[in-house]
Nanobody, 127 residues
Framework: QAQLVESGGGLVQAGGSLRLSCASS????????MGWFRQAPGNQREFVAA????????SYADSVKGRFTISRENAENTIYLQMNSLKPDDTAVYYC????????????????????WGQGTQVTVSS
């Protein structure tokens, strides 16, 4: 069974940067889009970014466009989320997940279309 493990979270001041990693063990995700999501206390889990399996197509939530960059290294079964210009509103637990359907033609922002969720990594941005 696939397992995704997120890392790289932490406490950072507003305006700072963090780089999250999501490593896969147990299977490869070649052919599958991957996504980052986040959940703040009291809120639903929300879409942050997604990347096609070849990495040529990406999608971002409006709230992070221009500040966050998703990337992947398929040879290492790892995806990344570079987060710059962090804001207190970015405080949340960040999760990675794999698309349920291989080679989906359009990147999905919907949590129900993703599977193999990791345990998450906490990101806290202080003002």
């Amino acid at each position: 069974q696939a397992q995704l493990v997120e890392s790289g979270g932490g406490l950072v001041q507003a305006g700072g940067s963090l780089r999250l990693s999501c490593a896969s063990s147990g299977r490869t995700f070649n052919g599958y889009a991957m996504g980052w999501f986040r959940q703040a206390p009291g809120n639903q889990r929300e879409f942050v970014a997604a990347i096609a399996w070849r990495g040529g197509s990406t999608s971002y939530a409006d709230s992070v466009k221009g500040r966050f960059t998703i990337s992947r290294e398929n040879a290492e079964n790892t995806i990344y989320l570079q987060m710059n210009s962090l804001k207190p509103d970015d405080t949340a637990v960040y999760y990675c997940a794999a698309d349920r359907i291989p080679l989906r033609p359009v990147l999905s922002p919907n949590t129900y279309e993703y599977d193999d969720w990791g345990q998450g990594t906490q990101v806290t941005v202080s003002s």
